[in-house]
Nanobody, 132 residues
């Protein structure tokens, strides 16, 4: 079974940057095992929400998907050689505070859904705190 482990969370001031990493236990270049990877977050007292996703079909007609609240500030990427998925977060705001989760699905999409119902595998999360 695929395992995902997040890292890189911490405390940062508003306007700062952080890069989250997600280490996968299996070869993410095997697109039958890991077709789509995504980041979600959950703020205290709130439901979990989708942040971004990227599919193995990106660059073959597909594109990454971002929540409106993070567009132009966050960038999702993957390093298939290292089995890592990244979330570069820039211009951070206090409302970006929360636990960030990495997730994955075997299914590849041309326009991946940032929908937790579409994901089969989850990490345990890493805490990001943005101070004002």
């Amino acid at each position: 079974q695929l395992q995902l482990v997040e890292s890189g969370g911490g405390l940062v001031q508003a306007g700062g940057s952080l890069r989250l990493s997600c280490a996968a236990s299996k070869n993410i270049s095997d697109h039958y095992t890991v077709g789509t990877v995504a980041w979600f977050r959950q703020a205290p007292g709130n439901d979990r929400e989708g942040v971004s996703c990227t599919s193995s079909l990106d660059g073959l007609g597909g594109v990454p998907n971002y929540a409106e609240s993070v567009k132009a500030r966050f960038v999702i990427s993957r390093d298939d050689a290292q089995n890592l998925i990244y979330l570069q977060m820039n211009s951070l705001k206090p409302e970006d505070t929360g636990v960030y989760f990495c997730a994955a699905s075997e299914i590849s999409y041309y326009h991946c859904p940032i929908d937790d119902n579409a994901m089969s595998y989850w990490g345990k999360g890493t805490l990001v705190t943005v101070s004002s």
